[in-house]
C-alpha cells in the first residue's frame, strides 16, 4: 500500500488554505491519503533560521502576503478577503491541536481543516477560541465539547510539539509543506510538482 503524503501546516497559514482543496484532490485521485502534521509554524521558522516576519521589510510582506496571495487566490478559486483578519496574529495553537485530536478519535479531518481555514479567513474567526472554534464544529456535526477536551489533553500536547520538532528536524521551511515517499515539496505554488510525483517520482 502507498504511504501517505505528508502534510505539515498550521490552521491558519493563508498559503495551506489557497491549497487545500487541490492538495485534497490530486492526494485522493492518487489513491494515497494525507498524513496531517499540524505543527507550530513560528516556532518552526525561528527555529531553522528562516528570516522572522517581524525583520521582513514592507515591500517583501506586501508581495508575499498581499499581492501573490491575492493572485494564487483567484488562480486556485478560493475566497479570500482582501485585508489580512485581526485575528491572524493570534495564530492558531487550539484549531491545530483539534485537528490532532480529530486523528486520535479516528475522525477523517481532511474537510474539518478545510473548514477551520475558510472560517478563519473569511469569518475572522479567532483560532485560539475554544468558543469559536466550537461553533465551527457543531455546525459540522462534531462531538465540539469532547474534541475540545481531548484537545488539551497531554497526548495532543505532546504530538504537536514531536509535530514541531520533526518539523525543524526536516528544515520545513514554512506552511504548507508537503513529502511524497521522504520527497520535500514546500509552498502550495509547488502542487502541481506534488501531483506529478504521486503519479512518477522525481530522479534523485
Same mark, same amino acid.
Given at each position: 500500500?502507498?504511504?501517505?503524503?505528508?502534510?505539515?501546516?498550521?490552521?491558519?497559514?493563508?498559503?495551506?488554505?489557497?491549497?487545500?482543496?487541490?492538495?485534497?484532490?490530486?492526494?485522493?485521485?492518487?489513491?494515497? =491519503?494525507?498524513?496531517?502534521?499540524?505543527?507550530?509554524?513560528?516556532?518552526?521558522?525561528?527555529?531553522?533560521?528562516?528570516?522572522?516576519?517581524? /525583520?521582513?521589510?514592507?515591500?517583501?510582506?506586501?508581495?508575499?502576503?498581499?499581492?501573490?496571495? /491575492?493572485?494564487?487566490?483567484?488562480?486556485?478559486?478560493?475566497?479570500?478577503? =482582501?485585508?489580512?483578519?485581526?485575528?491572524?496574529?493570534?495564530?492558531?495553537?487550539? @484549531? /491545530? =491541536?483539534? #485537528?490532532? @485530536?480529530?486523528?486520535?478519535?479516528?475522525?477523517?479531518?481532511?474537510?474539518?481543516?478545510?473548514?477551520?481555514?475558510?472560517?478563519?479567513?473569511?469569518?475572522?474567526?479567532?483560532?485560539?477560541?475554544?468558543?469559536?472554534?466550537?461553533?465551527?464544529?457543531?455546525?459540522?456535526?462534531?462531538?465540539?465539547?469532547?474534541?475540545?477536551?481531548?484537545?488539551?489533553?497531554?497526548?495532543?500536547? /505532546?504530538?504537536?510539539?514531536?509535530?514541531?520538532?520533526?518539523?525543524?528536524? #526536516?528544515?520545513?521551511?514554512?506552511?504548507?509543506?508537503?513529502?511524497?515517499?521522504?520527497?520535500?515539496?514546500?509552498?502550495?505554488?509547488?502542487?502541481?510538482?506534488?501531483? =506529478?510525483?504521486?503519479?512518477?517520482?522525481?530522479?534523485?
Amino acid at each position: 500500500m502507498a504511504t501517505p503524503v505528508q502534510y505539515y501546516y498550521s490552521a491558519y497559514s493563508a498559503y495551506a488554505y489557497i491549497g487545500h482543496q487541490y492538495f485534497e484532490k490530486i492526494v485522493k485521485g492518487s489513491g494515497r =491519503r494525507i498524513d496531517h502534521r499540524p505543527f507550530n509554524l513560528i516556532e518552526c521558522i525561528n527555529s531553522i533560521g528562516s528570516q522572522p516576519i517581524s /525583520d521582513r521589510t514592507e515591500a517583501s510582506l506586501e508581495y508575499h502576503f498581499q499581492r501573490q496571495r /491575492d493572485r494564487w487566490a483567484e488562480f486556485r478559486n478560493v475566497e479570500m478577503p =482582501r485585508q489580512t483578519p485581526p485575528s491572524h496574529s493570534n495564530a492558531a495553537d487550539l @484549531a /491545530d =491541536r483539534i #485537528l490532532i @485530536a480529530g486523528i486520535f478519535s479516528d475522525i477523517n479531518i481532511d474537510h474539518l481543516a478545510f473548514k477551520l481555514m475558510l472560517s478563519h479567513w473569511t469569518k475572522n474567526t479567532d483560532l485560539t477560541d475554544g468558543n469559536q472554534i466550537k461553533e465551527i464544529l457543531i455546525s459540522e456535526n462534531f462531538d465540539a465539547d469532547e474534541l475540545l477536551k481531548i484537545a488539551n489533553t497531554k497526548k495532543v500536547i /505532546d504530538t504537536y510539539e514531536q509535530n514541531t520538532e520533526q518539523a525543524i528536524a #526536516l528544515s520545513v521551511f514554512g506552511s504548507p509543506t508537503y513529502f511524497v515517499d521522504d520527497d520535500m515539496f514546500y509552498g502550495q505554488d509547488n502542487l502541481e510538482l506534488v501531483e =506529478r510525483a504521486l503519479q512518477k517520482p522525481f530522479k534523485k
